[in-house]
């Protein structure tokens, strides 16, 4: 495959991930409330990053979609280097993060 198409799929990939990360409900939320009748009524749903973290999760997760797009504008082999070496020390400090 060429290093253009790959570089467009990454990048394809990359806002993908960053839509479901920011959008989709990956946490959960829970409320409790007293009926009328005395018993307690227990809701369970979903949340995603936006809803509970605000806007700001906007900022980060779009970093790597940025990062994608640098070979995809300057379509030179350094541009794919820098970029994946860029994504590779985001993934190394996101790990060390989580947890």
Known sequence: MPAKEVTFVSLVAAAVAAIVAAFAPL???????????????????????????????????SVPVLLTILPNVVPRRGARIVSAVLLWICCVIGAASIG
């Open 27 to 61: 946490g959960e939320a829970m409320e409790t409330s007293m009926s009328s009748g005395g018993s307690t009524v227990t809701r369970t749903y979903g949340v995603s990053t936006f809803q509970t973290d605000g806007a700001w999760v906007l900022v980060v997760v």
